[in-house]
Structures are given as structure tokens and as C-alpha cells.
């Protein structure tokens, strides 16, 4: 059956895939309540909100007996700007698209069964269930790393009530004695697989609407959406695996920082509309380029 799902998968566009039950485990669960109690999920309210479906995800579809895991590559896309997968059409259209084509051959296949989509749209800790799944394994940089695309591909899955025979995690460490992305944060945001959002430049740029403290504004250099040192500088990042599938923005990418602005200043819509850019709003970004600008003129 997996392999009938597997093949199904592929000619759904979707390139990597496995299946887990659904529980976590203690550890898991202890360190993330630990990070939400250390306060590192920054102004991320939701993310305490449904702490407690986030580790008990089987609330979400009654008698769920596993979870679907799949990984979207996506390309690395140069930018003195903005962060790669900004660059790109947004992943959540795409995926959810792909993902609701799947449920179909999947309701249409196993008569019966339930299924629920997610893409970072229900509390569920995506990177856990890949590592669960053996699509790769958790880096120090906190990110899904598989052997093939690096740390460069979304996640999405679903969940379902079908029984499916469970693949194991992948047993190798990426990491060993690397500490490249530690090490290479403007910020100190990174300890050994923990993220602290509070120091995050990723994390000011995309999702903090307020005001962002002096001594991040001054770390973020000429950046003005997301960062991304700490997967630029990571070995599984330097294949340059050619991934097809997506419509790359070359004029934002090559766009200087006076350029973006009169772009979102003519029409945020026009220009970002496609972009997860457009997801964070035109006064974000206008308040990064704001930003930006300052320390270019620093230099
Ligand atoms: C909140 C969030 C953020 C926050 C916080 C990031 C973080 N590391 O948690 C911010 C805004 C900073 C962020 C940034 C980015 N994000 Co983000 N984000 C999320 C989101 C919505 C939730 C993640 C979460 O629950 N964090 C909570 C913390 C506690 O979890 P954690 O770091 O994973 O920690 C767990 C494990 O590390 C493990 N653990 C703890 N200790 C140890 C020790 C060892 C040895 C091991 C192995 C494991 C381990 O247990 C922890 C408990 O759960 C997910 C989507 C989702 N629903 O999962 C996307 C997601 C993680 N982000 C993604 C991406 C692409 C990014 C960015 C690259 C893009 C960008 N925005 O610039 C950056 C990368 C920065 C980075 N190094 O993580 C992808 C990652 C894909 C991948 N390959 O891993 C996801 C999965 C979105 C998606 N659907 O594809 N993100
Ligand atoms: S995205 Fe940037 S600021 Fe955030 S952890 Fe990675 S290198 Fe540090
Ligand atoms: S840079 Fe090194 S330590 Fe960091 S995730 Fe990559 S391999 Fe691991």
C-alpha cells in the first residue's frame, strides 16, 4: 500500500514523502514547552495559544491513526535583499493545491477515510513529524535537513485515519562537530536546535509588526524580508539542485533597495501579490526598507 501511495504522490507533483503516527514524544514535547515558557517564541502569541493541539494533534481529526508528511523543494534564489523562498510564488497556495489534489486520489483509493490538510494552517510541528518520517533530520540551524535538497523545501502533510504502515527516522547526524550556522547569526539567535525569535532577523522582519529593538535593526545590514545566514552557510546547502515548479522573481531578486521601495510604494499588490512578502503587509515592509537604507548609508 505505502508504495501505491508513494507512486500516487509523485504524479501529484509531490517529491518527498513519509508516514509517522501522530503522538509525539516527551522530549519533543518537554522542549517545546520549554522554549514557549523561556519566552522565545517572541510576539508569536499563537504559537502558546495552541501549544496544547500542537502536541496532541490527534484532537484535530477524531481516530487519526497517522500523519502524511511531504517536502516541496524549492530553489536558492540570489538576493542582497530578500530571503529565497520570498522570491517564489507562495508556497501555501501551491501546496495546498497539491495536497487537496492528493486527498482526492486518497478518499477516491481507501474508500471512507478521513483526511485534513495543513501548511503551517493547523498547530502542528512539521519539522518533528519529517525528522518522525525519515524525510531528513533536524539540523543545529533548526531546520528539516534532507541528504538531497539541503534545508531548502517546505513542508506540508495530511492527516488521516487510514492506517499506513509507519517509515522510522533517517539514522545520521548532519551536524556532527559543524557549528557553521551558530557561529555565522549576525544576531546570536542560535544555540545547539534551539531558535530564539526574540533575536531573529528572520523572525523582526516577517512577522514582528511593532517596532524592532536598535541592536537587531543594527545587525540586519542591508536585508530588508527574512535572513537566512544560518542556511546560506550550511553544507547541505551547496548542491545547487536544479528544482523545477516554480515561477523565480529575478527582477525583485536583482531589485536594489531604492528600487523595492518605489515598488511597494506604486503598488505593494502589483509587485508582491504573488510573494509571501505580500503576506507580512506594505507598512513591514516599507519600515525594513526604512531600515535597510540607514545602514547602507552607515557603511
Ligand atoms: C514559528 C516558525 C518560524 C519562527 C521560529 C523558527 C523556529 N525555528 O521555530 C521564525 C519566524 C523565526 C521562522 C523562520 C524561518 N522559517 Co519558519 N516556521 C515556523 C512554524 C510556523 C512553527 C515552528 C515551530 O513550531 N517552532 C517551535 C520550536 C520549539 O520548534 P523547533 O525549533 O522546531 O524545535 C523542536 C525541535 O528542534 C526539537 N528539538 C529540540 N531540541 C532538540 C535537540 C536535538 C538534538 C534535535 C534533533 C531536536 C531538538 O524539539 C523542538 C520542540 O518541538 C513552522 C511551520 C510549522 N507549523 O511547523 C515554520 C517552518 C519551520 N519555517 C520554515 C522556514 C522555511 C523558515 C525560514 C527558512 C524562512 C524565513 N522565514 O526566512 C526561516 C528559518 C529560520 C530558522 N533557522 O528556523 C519551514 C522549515 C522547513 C525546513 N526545511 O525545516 C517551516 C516548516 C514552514 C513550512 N511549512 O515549510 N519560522
Ligand atoms: S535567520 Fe538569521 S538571525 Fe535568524 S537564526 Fe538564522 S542566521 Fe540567525
Ligand atoms: S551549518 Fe553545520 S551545524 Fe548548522 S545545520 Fe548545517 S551542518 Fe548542522
Not at 536558492?76 to 501551491?94: Q, R, T
Request: aromatic residues 10%; contains cysteine.
Amino acid at each position: 500500500m505505502n508504495q501505491k501511495i508513494r507512486e500516487a504522490a509523485l504524479g501529484a507533483g509531490i517529491p518527498l514523502i513519509g508516514f509517522c503516527t501522530p503522538q509525539i514524544d516527551t522530549r519533543t514535547k518537554n522542549a517545546f514547552q520549554n522554549w514557549l515558557e523561556t519566552g522565545m517564541h517572541a510576539d508569536m502569541a499563537y504559537l502558546h495559544k495552541t501549544r496544547n493541539t500542537r502536541r496532541v494533534i490527534e484532537e484535530f481529526l477524531p481516530g487519526q491513526k497517522s500523519v502524511i508528511i511531504c517536502g516541496f523543494p524549492y530553489p536558492a534564489v540570489e538576493s542582497k535583499h530578500v530571503v529565497s523562498y520570498a522570491l517564489i510564488n507562495d508556497y501555501h497556495a501551491l501546496l495546498h493545491e497539491k495536497l487537496e489534489t492528493f486527498c482526492l486520489y486518497l478518499t477516491k483509493a481507501f474508500s471512507g477515510i478521513k483526511t485534513k490538510v495543513f501548511i503551517d494552517t493547523l498547530p502542528v510541528l512539521e519539522k518533528v513529524y519529517a525528522s518522525k518520517a525519515g524525510l531528513g533530520c533536524i539540523g543545529k540551524n533548526t531546520l528539516l535537513l534532507s541528504k538531497k535538497y539541503g534545508s531548502r523545501l517546505f513542508l506540508g502533510g495530511i492527516m488521516t485515519d487510514l492506517e499506513i504502515e509507519h517509515d522510522g527516522p533517517e539514522k545520521w547526524d548532519p551536524c556532527g562537530s559543524c557549528r557553521k550556522c551558530i557561529d555565522a547569526c549576525p544576531t546570536r539567535a542560535l544555540d545547539a536546535y534551539v531558535l530564539d525569535a526574540r533575536k531573529c532577523i528572520s523572525y523582526h522582519t516577517i512577522e514582528n509588526k511593532g517596532e524592532i529593538p536598535e541592536d537587531i535593526t543594527e545587525k540586519m545590514g542591508e536585508m530588508v524580508y527574512g535572513c537566512g545566514i544560518c542556511e546560506k552557510v550550511c553544507p547541505w546547502n551547496n548542491k545547487n539542485t536544479v528544482v523545477p515548479g516554480w515561477d523565480v522573481y529575478e527582477d525583485l531578486a536583482n531589485a536594489d533597495v531604492e528600487t523595492l521601495k518605489i515598488l511597494a510604494g506604486e503598488s505593494f499588490k502589483k509587485h508582491f501579490g504573488k510573494t509571501p512578502v505580500y503576506h507580512s503587509g506594505k507598512r513591514v515592509f516599507l519600515r525594513n526598507i526604512v531600515i535597510a537604507v540607514a545602514n547602507k548609508a552607515r557603511q
